[in-house]
Structure formats: C-alpha cells, structure tokens
C-alpha cells in the first residue's frame, strides 16, 4: 500500500497526519509513506526525523497585503504542480492524504487531476480554505466537528464525522514523568505553550507572570517556540521553580503528568485535553480564519471543563489567578472532561478507508 501524506505549517496540521500515519501503519504492513510538505517550515524537521521519507516543495500562503510575494506564489504553485505530477508517477500512491495547510493544495489537485483517490481531514470546526476547495472533488472527507460538515454540501465524495486522531495517539505516547524534565514529583506541574510556532504577544504577557510564581507552590515550564526563545531568555532571570524552553519534542507524554496547562485552543490541543483530562487555560489565537480558536475554547468553557481569557483581556493577575483555580478545583476539572465523548477517531478512518479502497 503506497500513500503520499501531506500537511504544513503548524502543529495543528502537522500532528493529525502523523496520527493517521500511525493508524495506516496499523491497517496495511507492506505500508509506504511519502510525507509532502513545504521547504522551510516545522514539517521540514519534524518528518525526516522520524524516519518518513519527505519531498519538499516551495510555495506560500496569499497575503493581502504583499502583492509582489502573490505574483511570484503563483509561479511557484505552476512550478509545484509540476514537481508533484513527477511525483505522483513515480512513486505511484494508491491514496493522497491532506490534512491542511496551503501547501496540500498541488498535492491532492494534482492526485485529483491523475485520477488517485483522495482524503481530506479537517481539524477545525471552520473549514479552511484549502480544504473547502479541495473538497468539492474529494473522494472523502473526515472532519472533526459535526457543524463543519455543512462546509462540504456541494463536494462528490463522502463526508463524515471522525473527530481528531490527535487525541486517541495522545493515549497510546508514553509519559514523561516530571523528574524527567528536572522538576519534583510531589509538586504540581504547570504547562505553558504559545502554540506550536509560539507568540510574540503570549510570551511578552507570559513574561512577567513567570516572575511572579517564586513563592507558589507548583512548578512552570514555559515554551517559548523556537523562534522566539533567545529573544525572551535574553537578560532574564527567573525563579528556581521555572524553566524555560524553545521546544518540547513529546508534548503529550508530558501532559500526562501536567496539572494546569496554558495553550493556545487549536483543534489537536483540544482532541489531547479532552483525552487526557488535562485541566486547561486557554488563550484562543484572535490571529486565526473566523476566530475558530475561540469557539472551540469556549465549547469547553461552557461544559465548566476549561477556563479561557481572552488576549485582549490577559493579565498576570487574572492569569495567577486562573492557574490557582484549576489546582483548587483540579479533580472537578477532570471529571467534566472525563464526561466529554470522542469519536473513536482510528475505528471510523479505518472502516472508511478500508471501503474506499477495496
């Protein structure tokens, strides 16, 4: 079984295809992956280092606001559907796999265009564009809330609710206990993350909150995002009950030993707070298409099984504040979560796949 995967630009994208990988590993034994993603962004490290074979293409996302940057973004696009087809004929995939990102796009129009059979996941409970256009000649369609299937009325193939293969592999990942990051045992764990690609904003609201927990009783892991890590160590000093990272390879091996997380609401955090009962603060990103960060936030919010505070409202006390209450009430938390249901993500692909292909 041959599969090309693609997906890019934010851990959003990115994790979901890495856990349907797993998944097809399971399905097919003879299983080979071709992993397409773009030339410089996380993807670029991310897939290699596992071990999956990765073609790189160059091309980037519209913006409004540089004209010059669009007009050469449609030669490369011409340019990339050129690299892709060569590709495709090579390599000979009997399935094309998007999970979002601008860079799917020549990928699965160029599988449509050759005939391959092809499967689209949507994580977020807004449609993205790509897949919205990409969808209309899908041969499947898996989305993660139930409301996003109205995004895909007018599409040929089959659409269906399968939610966040995210949150079922974030079950099987080993766990990092907290003495394997240098913290103590006995103290309660708070996790911090400005997304998968950080923030300049979270971080600098971030700063002088991490100042402050010296006298708390638990202890903070700050990451920052590789970009931004040298800019926000750079002069500072801070307690002894805090450290400071770039990056965290295994998120969610960790997260089952975290009391409190602080993240942004993407839809693969979502899928992972909800499976592993992580009491969580989110700060939803006001920077994203509808503001889709907010309302899956705010889903939780209302089922009292998450806090949220929104970046215009962020501040160290009200964050404090915040991260005191879910260590207060960390059991009644839990329990709400644990009331939550997730589609079992890996039976439904499996069974969907299984007749598309036969």
């Known amino acids: 079984m041959k599969v090309i995967v693609s997906a ?3 851990g959003g994208h990115i994790y979901p295809a890495l856990a349907i990988i797993d998944i097809l590993k399971k399905m097919y034994k003879d299983l080979d992956i071709l992993y397409i993603g773009t030339h410089n962004r996380m993807e670029k490290d991310i897939i290699p280092e596992k071990g999956i074979k990765y073609e790189a293409i160059e091309i980037y996302g519209f913006n409004k606001k540089r004209v010059l940057t669009n007009i050469k973004n449609l ?4 340019k990339a559907f050129v690299k892709c087809k060569k590709i ?3 390599f000979k995939p009997d399935l094309v796999i998007g999970a979002g990102g601008y860079v799917t796009f020549p990928v699965l129009k160029t599988a449509q265009k050759l005939g391959i ?11 993205g564009k790509t897949n919205v256009a990409l969808g209309k000649n899908a041969d499947l369609i898996g ?15 089959k659409v269906f609710l399968m939610g966040n293969p995210c949150g079922k592999r974030a079950l099987e990942i080993k766990q990092i206990k907290k003495s394997e990051v240098g913290f103590k045992e006995d103290l309660p764990l708070v996790v911090a993350v400005a997304g998968s690609l950080g923030s300049v904003t ?3 609201a971030m700063k002088d909150v991490l100042k402050s927990v010296g006298d708390k009783k638990y202890q903070l892991l700050y990451i920052t995002g590789q970009a931004h890590y040298d800019s926000f160590v750079n002069g500072e000093t801070f307690p002894k009950n805090v450290k400071v990272v770039p990056y965290f390879n295994n998120l969610s091996g960790l997260l089952k030993s975290t009391d409190v997380l602080v993240s942004r609401s993407g839809a693969s955090t979502m899928s992972e707070v909800i499976a592993l009962n992580v009491p969580t603060i989110f700060i939803p990103s006001p920077y994203v ?13 209302n089922k009292k099984a998450a806090l949220m505070i929104e970046e215009k409202e962020f501040s160290k006390d009200k964050m404090l504040k915040s991260i ?20 079992d993500s890996e039976e439904v692909f499996t069974k969907e796949i299984k007749e598309l292909l036969k």
């Not at 059979?117 to 449609?127: A, L, P, V």
């Open 289 to 301: 298409a509808n503001n889709h960060q907010y309302y899956n936030a705010l889903d939780l919010v």
């Open 324 to 343: 005191d209450k879910l260590l207060e009430n960390n059991k009644e938390i839990k329990n709400n979560l644990k009331n939550i249901s997730l589609v």
């Open 143 to 157: 989305v993660s809330f139930e409301k996003s299937m109205d995004d895909y009325k007018n599409t040929k193939g």
């Open 8 to 10: 890019g630009g934010t």
């Open 75 to 78: 030669y490369l696009i011409a």
């Open 202 to 204: 979270v971080n600098n």
């Open 88 to 90: 495709m004929k090579e």
């Open 117 to 127: 059979k092809t499967f689209i996941h949507e994580q977020n409970s807004f449609s």
